[in-house]
């Protein structure tokens, strides 16, 4: 819905009315005005000068990204004053009309109620599972009641954690993933020896087995009493166990995947299972059915049987308790069993005491075996299955707009480099082996975490403030033989690229340093509205009045002319290569000898009125400027912006508006205008 009824604000907003455009504090989201209410109970607010007594609080109606009203929420008047103000600074100044006002209250509210609804829906699914998980649980309980003889007093589950904590807000914290629930205990105890038990009945826990005591954790702060076990920090994303009282019995049970063990399995069982020899036909696993929960022992072929075969193999399978059993997630295809022992005698019915020519044992062709890579192949495969991750951590369109943003992207540059120093490493040990040439110390080298332990660089932070990426140094983190003699072999970036680095890290120190003015064009821009209109053709002399960084500059090629008044702007520019032919622009005595002249100039005060209208003198006649400028150019009411005005008529060949949000990468949301102008 378009607004109307202009309104000149002042500079700073003394009453509020209905209808005004508001901005959020940091930026994120647009609305209006749409009531007011008197506050009956004595309220304050306190800011900069101590407490200011409230009297009304106001309702805004917030807008999406596409203008439409999407939430409503009532602000005390001192916030809502700073709103409007937000909005009078961004260039906003379209006051809304009584029907208008009428459409975004009923909007937001409207929408606000449909999210309500939606979340409600959501709520009655997960109780739903909720209470079908408890179902199960029951029974679950009175089984484990039977076999403890007692109640349980607490329950053993396995949580897989994800990482949530962010540095540069110091934030710490976690999500949960994933609950699988191992067994049920008789004692409120916490102990770790227990928790080591239970984690055998999970495959994704098993590994918690042998974990020394550096993964029993006693942390004071911890949900679960203190006590997980886990390999790294309370935080660090992975698998942890953690054992939790059943205060409220069944109800305190969490919902999660079961993965009970029979109660008269031992540990033992992996040890049997482990004496199989390589030469079986079979070879026992030990699962657990992912829906029931029971653990059973599937005796997996060690290759593929004709059908006469499998038939005979299903038969002997089923005389003996057991079904055969397709492959499911990480669960292999195979012949299933309840017991170890129902499992053993089936495979012995093939692997021992039977006459290798008789009818009961198979005699099929084996599927391609498989044959142990070389050192070689495996290092270049590793090496070309890495570059899709490294493509996605030097990607180019990395946002970069906020401080936190940026600190990221400048670590996934990091990581990017670090990867490609490992990829390069193990291309390099691949010819080594080929040539049988591989240097003594690295011969022990089998893996690509250990070659990527051993090319991670040092970085500097010694001038790092809390936002700042560290220098990557390109030196050999590990001052170790081994380390040195790696390095050794790796190509390190070219002077250029070092060039290339530093050029991009000046550049950004300076993106939220608060230069007067600059606010860098997006390249898109650059690329799909400006330099359409602006025609250049080879030979064309060409200016940038306001080079800035160099953004556009760069797009125009060589033999640009740049101004620039910021000193810090100006060494970026002469790093480019680009020709600087002044600073202020506006001290430049007009000589009409450009053909072609793009610009984006300040927007405060007017500035863009008196840039543009300068930097026309210097066009020859039949040149072209195109040039971004505020909407505020175009209908303030100040004797500066109605001369302008006036005079851009006769001159201009095309105006549009651009999209709102066409600056939001480089820090603003102002809104803008693409022109162009003939002479």
């Not at 209908?635 to 709102?660: G, R, Y």
Request: hydrophobic share 35%; charged share 30%; with cysteine.
């Amino acid at each position: 819905m378009k607004t109307s009824n202009v309104i000149n604000f002042p500079t700073k907003i003394e009453t509020l009315t209905l209808g005004l455009p508001v901005v959020s504090t940091h930026g994120h989201k647009e609305g209006y005005i749409v009531d007011v209410r008197e506050l009956k109970n004595k309220t304050c607010m306190l800011i900069g000068s101590g407490m200011k007594p409230e009297k009304h609080e106001y309702q805004v109606a917030w807008c999406d990204d596409k203008k439409q009203p999407h939430s409503l929420d009532w602000y005390l008047e001192s916030l809502t004053l700073e709103f409007a103000e937000n909005a009078v600074n961004q260039n906003l100044f379209m006051s809304l009309t009584e029907l208008e006002i009428a459409f975004y209250q009923t909007g937001a509210a409207a929408a606000t109620a449909d999210r309500r609804r939606k979340q409600e829906h959501e709520q009655n699914l997960k109780a739903v599972e909720r209470a079908s998980f408890l179902l199960d649980a029951e029974d679950k309980f009175k089984e484990a009641t039977k076999q403890l003889g007692q109640e349980p007093k607490s329950i053993i589950v396995a949580e897989l954690i994800q990482n949530k904590s962010d540095l540069q807000s110091d934030y710490w914290g976690h999500s949960t993933l994933k609950t699988i629930i191992l067994g049920f205990s008789k004692s409120k105890r916490q102990n770790f020896n227990e928790m080591r038990k239970m984690a055998i009945n999970a495959k994704e826990t098993k590994h918690l087995v042998e974990m020394g005591k550096d993964a029993e954790h006693r942390d004071a702060g911890h949900y679960c009493n203190g006590f997980y076990l886990k390999d790294g920090h309370e935080h660090a994303s992975g698998w942890q166990i953690v054992k939790n009282e059943l205060y409220s019995g069944v109800e305190s049970i969490p919902s999660g995947e079961w993965c009970l063990s029979p109660f008269e399995i031992s540990t033992k069982i992996e040890k049997e299972i482990a004496k199989q020899t390589e030469n079986s036909t079979f070879e026992i696993e030990e699962h657990t059915h992912t829906k029931k929960g029971f653990q059973m022992f599937i005796a997996v072929p060690q290759f593929e049987a004709e059908r006469e075969t499998f038939v005979d193999w299903r038969e002997k399978a089923r005389a003996l308790g057991g079904w055969y059993s397709k492959k499911w997630g990480k669960t292999p295809r195979g012949f299933a069993f309840k017991s170890i022992e129902a499992a053993k005698e089936f495979v012995s019915l093939f692997d021992q005491g039977t006459d290798p020519d008789g009818p009961n044992t198979p005699q099929p062709k084996k599927k391609n075996e498989t044959v142990k890579k070389s050192p070689s192949n495996k290092f270049r495969e590793l090496a070309d299955n890495m570059q899709k991750q490294i493509d996605d951590k030097l990607c180019s369109n990395r946002l970069a707009n906020t401080p936190k943003r940026q600190k990221e992207a400048g670590y996934a540059r990091i990581d990017g480099n670090h990867l490609k120093r490992t990829q390069q490493a193990l291309r390099i040990l691949a010819n080594l082996h080929d040539e049988n040439k591989v240097p003594e110390e690295l011969k022990n080298l089998k893996s690509k975490k250990a070659i990527h332990e051993l090319t991670q660089s040092k970085l500097d932070t010694s001038n790092c403030g809390y936002y700042d990426t560290a220098i990557d140094t390109n030196k050999p983190y590990h001052d170790t033989a081994q380390s040195k003699i790696l390095w050794s072999l790796l190509e390190g970036p070219s002077e250029e690229e070092q060039k290339a680095e530093a050029l991009r890290r000046d550049i950004e120190s300076l993106a939220f340093s608060k230069i007067p003015g600059y606010f860098p064009t997006p390249k898109s821009t650059i690329k799909n509205k400006m330099l359409p209109y602006a025609q250049i053709e080879k030979g064309m002399r060409c200016l940038e009045p306001q080079a800035g960084s160099g953004y556009i500059a760069d797009e125009l090629g060589e033999g640009v002319d740049c101004c620039e008044v910021n000193h810090s702007l100006r060494e970026i520019l002469k790093k480019k290569g680009h020709f600087l032919i002044g600073d202020d622009f506006l001290n430049l005595e007009p000589t009409p000898l450009y053909d072609r002249i793009v610009m984006n100039p300040p927007f405060e005060n007017g500035q863009d009125i008196d840039h543009v209208q300068h930097a026309f003198q210097f066009l020859k006649p039949g040149g072209r400027l195109v040039a971004i400028t505020s909407q505020g150019a175009f209908f303030h009411s100040t004797k500066k912006a109605k001369a302008f005005q006036e005079w851009i008529n006769n001159v201009v060949e095309h105006m549009e508006d651009l999209p709102a949000r066409e600056f939001k990468e480089s820090g603003t949301n102002v809104s803008s205008k693409l022109i162009v102008l003939m002479k």
